[in-house]
Every structure is written in structure tokens, then in C-alpha cells.
């Protein structure tokens, strides 16, 4: 087999990779579709796995936690894609989740990130700290976008706890489209996935996708990861089963 060969095939290609589990719906408060639009966008892509994470109380708009309380009677399926049910929660500053653990406990898994709506940048150690202090719950399996400067991080330390907390780091394809939103994202990142090669450390590429025509958008962060030659082994979503034995299913 030739080099091009070996290359081509360790190559991550947006249609190689099988659930987007970082979506929001219109109960977010700021994304444009409702479940069973972004399921029928997901079974479109031929996605054979869609998240619904939508935001935890902190941002302005979202759902009141009764939503995650009853998220039981929402579809689990739709012509052959399976759904689950997360909830993207905000890291605070006195390093807490904004979500009830009698919430939390409902959800199939959850994603932790900051978010600047509710939280106030304290320097990257003590910013890292405060993520960490979150990702010890044991139903956080994935932290969302930790690549924006404005409120820094220190990669070593989070990659170390991810590793520590069995939680996966996220590539977000969101982020590479919105680079005047996210201040240094492809530099960050660049920081980031070699600590996670070093560390065996899995990620996750997401759309993030807050329309329906965004579900299972994951090119951009496939481009990057391809031209680092990032290895694919390290990425859950390539594989449904992969995925639900990370998070324990």
C-alpha cells in the first residue's frame, strides 16, 4: 500500500463520522427549529445518532428545567436515526453547574461549557479550575468549546482532567464559522488536540448546530484535524457504539 494510500485512509471525512450530540432546539430561546426538524435534518445527512443538548438556565431565554424533567414523552427515534437527550450546562463561577442534579440525573448524558452570559473570565488557571470542578459530576461525559480567549484556558490542566474525569474535549464546527466570535479558536485548538494525542484523550467533532441546516455540518473541523493528522481512533463520533459505551449505555 502506498504513502497516499495509508494518508488517505486515516483521513477524517465529514460523512465518516455517524451522531452530531450538540444541537439546541427552539426551547434554547436562540436557535430556529424544533426536535423533529432537526431530527429530519439529521436523518437527511444520514446520521444514524442525533443529540438535542439544549442550554441550562444562565442563558438568557432558554427553557425552565421542567423541560429536562419530561423529556421522556419527546421521540427517541425517526426513520431509522436515534435521538437523544442531553442539556448543554453553563460552567459558574464558584465552579457549580447551572442545572439540578434532580435534572441532570434525567438525561441520557451532558455537556458542560462557559458561556460569557453567565460567567466573568477569571484568568485562565482559575478558569480551568472551575471547568474541572464541573466535570467531576459523572453524568458530564463532553466539555463544549473550550477554545475562546476570551475567557482562556490552560490545556494542560483540562486535558489532564479530561482524561482523569472520562470526559471528551470538543471540536466544535461552529466555532471555525464564527472565528470573530470565538477569539483564537484554531490557535487554541492547535494547542489542544496534541495534548490530547499525548494523553490518549478522546474528542468529539460537533456541529452545534442551532438550525436545522446546520445539523451534521462538521467540514470545517474535519479540514483542520486532517491537516494536523489528528488520530481518527480518538474520535467518538465515527461510531454509534463507540459513543454510547463512552457514556455508559
Known amino acids: 500500500m502506498s504513502n497516499e494510500k495509508k494518508q488517505t485512509d486515516l483521513m477524517i471525512d465529514p460523512s465518516d463520522l455517524q451522531l452530531d450530540i450538540h444541537t439546541h432546539t427552539l426551547a434554547s430561546g436562540h436557535a ?40 421522556r414523552v419527546a421521540p427517541k427515534s425517526m426513520d431509522g436515526t436515534e435521538i437523544m437527550y442531553g442539556c448543554e450546562i453553563n460552567v459558574l463561577n464558584d465552579g457549580t453547574l447551572s442545572l439540578e442534579q434532580k435534572y441532570i440525573d434525567r438525561l441520557d448524558y451532558t455537556i458542560v461549557g462557559i458561556h460569557t452570559m453567565c460567567y466573568h473570565d477569571e484568568g485562565a488557571k482559575k478558569n480551568t479550575e472551575n471547568l474541572i470542578s464541573c466535570m467531576k459530576n459523572d453524568k458530564v461525559f463532553l466539555v463544549s468549546h473550550p477554545d475562546d480567549d476570551h475567557v482562556p484556558l490552560d490545556y494542560e490542566m483540562l486535558v489532564e482532567a479530561a482524561k482523569e474525569y472520562h470526559v471528551a474535549l470538543e471540536v466544535n464546527n461552529s466555532s471555525f464559522l464564527k472565528q470573530h466570535m470565538r477569539l483564537n479558536c484554531v490557535d487554541n485548538y492547535r494547542k489542544m488536540l496534541p495534548l490530547c494525542e499525548k494523553l490518549r484523550v478522546p474528542v468529539i467533532i460537533s456541529s452545534d448546530a442551532h438550525d436545522p441546516d446546520y445539523v451534521g455540518r462538521f467540514a470545517e473541523a474535519c479540514e483542520l484535524l486532517n491537516e494536523i493528522g489528528f488520530d ?17 449505555k
Not at 432537526?38 to 439544549?54: T, W
Not at 481518527?232 to 455508559?248: M, P, Q, Y
Open 32 to 71: 430556529y427549529g424544533t426536535i423533529r426538524e432537526m431530527a429530519r435534518a439529521a436523518v437527511q445527512k444520514e446520521l444514524k445518532l442525533l443529540g438535542i443538548s439544549d442550554h441550562a438556565p444562565g442563558i438568557q431565554g432558554t427553557c425552565d428545567p421542567i423541560y429536562f424533567s419530561n423529556l
Open 232 to 248: 481518527r481512533e480518538l474520535i467518538i463520533n465515527t461510531d454509534v457504539n463507540k459513543w454510547k459505551a463512552f457514556i455508559g
